[in-house]
């Protein structure tokens, strides 16, 4: 079992940056894949971002690459995800997620523990 908590979401003008958390419990957190997905109003739940467990992969989707970079603290069983140059439309409840696959990193259903999520808004 893995249980995650994420923060450091809250309110930036588009342009800013934002750093979000996510502190897992449990002492396997290094075997884990690692992924944030983010969900707007009346939008389905999107990948953003995965790193691997040893933090030698990254993936990103399309829409944040180049602005958002994730990276892991495996000593502190915490993943981060750096988010620069924000838009309006990144603005998202963002959810932290862990994974034993060994593919399809982009899938939701493909991650058995999730967090609650932290809510991210850009203005214009």
């Known amino acids: 079992q893995v249980q995650l908590v994420e923060s450091g979401g809250g309110l930036v003008q588009a342009g800013g940056s934002l750093r979000v958390s996510c502190v897992a419990s449990?002492?396997?957190?290094?075997?884990?894949?690692m992924g944030w997905f983010r969900q707007a109003p009346g939008k389905e739940r999107e990948f953003v971002a995965a790193?691997?467990?040893?933090?030698?992969?990254?993936y990103y989707a399309d829409s944040v690459k180049g602005r958002f970079a994730i990276s892991r603290d495996n000593a502190k069983n915490t993943v981060y995800l750096q988010m620069n140059s924000l838009k309006p439309e990144d603005t998202a409840v963002y959810y932290c997620?862990?994974?034993?696959?060994?593919?399809?990193?982009?899938?939701?259903?493909?991650?058995?523990?999730w967090g609650r999520g932290t809510q991210v808004t850009v203005s214009a």
């Open positions: 997620a862990a994974t034993t696959s060994g593919s399809k990193w982009n899938f939701a259903a493909s991650y058995a523990y």
């Open positions: 449990g002492r396997t957190f290094s075997s884990y894949t």
């Open positions: 790193i691997s467990w040893t933090g030698g992969g990254t």
